[in-house]
T-cell receptor
């Protein structure tokens, strides 16, 4: 079965640079979620989109923005990168919202030097 | 606020023995509870969920979890552990008032020794 696709899988950036992470949800899934997982930490919710509209916002820094496109893929844009942004970034998707399971992608590992 | 707690950072069990990974929750309203497993450098994989119905939920790879409302627990269990079960396990709760939000526990590292 098709899974959530994330690209790139690994990314190395320097401080103050920008990065764009992409997420392609499972076909027919209309909801996308972004999470940040620091080393040894549990995933922290950043932001979510339902039917191309932002549905909720978590602990996402102002330097980050995201959107969901007409084909339901989503992009997380990160600017003025800081060392502390180094983490594993997960995208998850679900069909609808109520009680539905989130299926996670493999993650993008971002290293900021 | 909604939250889950995983009281054990690590659980060690011998292959073939039963395993339990503990999770307790704090939710206002009916809880939607999930277990995920994470292998090294991999994404979170869904194991099972409790929304409503039978308190014993069966999931992938022979795992099951028991929802206990009086103890506010949702422990993950498996009758016979495999070495390949060694991974990081996360309990999660979905906010019943905001379905976009998942709250994850801190994770429990399961070590299954041959």
């Amino acid at each position: 079965a098709a899974g959530v696709i994330q690209s790139p899988r690994h990314l190395i950036k320097e401080k103050r640079e920008t990065a764009t992470l992409k997420c392609y949800p499972i076909p027919r899934h209309d909801t996308v979620y972004w999470y940040q997982q620091g080393p040894g930490q549990d995933p922290q919710f950043l932001i979510s989109f339902y039917e191309k509209m932002q549905s909720d916002k978590g602990s996402i820094p102002d330097r980050f923005s995201a959107q969901q496109f007409s084909d339901y893929h989503s992009e997380l844009n990160m600017s003025s990168l800081e060392l502390g942004d180094s983490a594993l970034y997960f995208c998850a998707s679900s069909q609808g919202q109520v009680g539905e399971t989130q299926y996670f992608g493999p993650g993008t590992r971002l290293l900021v030097l | 606020a909604q939250s889950v707690a995983q009281p054990e950072d690590q659980v060690n069990v011998a292959e073939g023995n039963p395993l339990t990974v503990k999770c307790t929750y704090s939710v206002s309203g009916n809880p939607y509870l999930f277990w995920y497993v994470q292998y090294p450098n991999r994404g979170l994989q869904f194991l099972l969920k409790y929304i409503t119905g039978d308190n014993l939920v069966k999931g992938s790879y022979g795992f099951e979890a028991e929802f206990n409302k009086s103890q506010t627990s949702f422990h993950l269990k498996k009758p016979s552990a495999l070495v390949s079960d060694s991974a990081l396990y996360f309990c999660a709760v979905r906010d019943p008032y905001n379905f976009n939000k998942f709250y994850f526990g801190s994770g429990t590292k399961l070590n299954v020794k041959p």
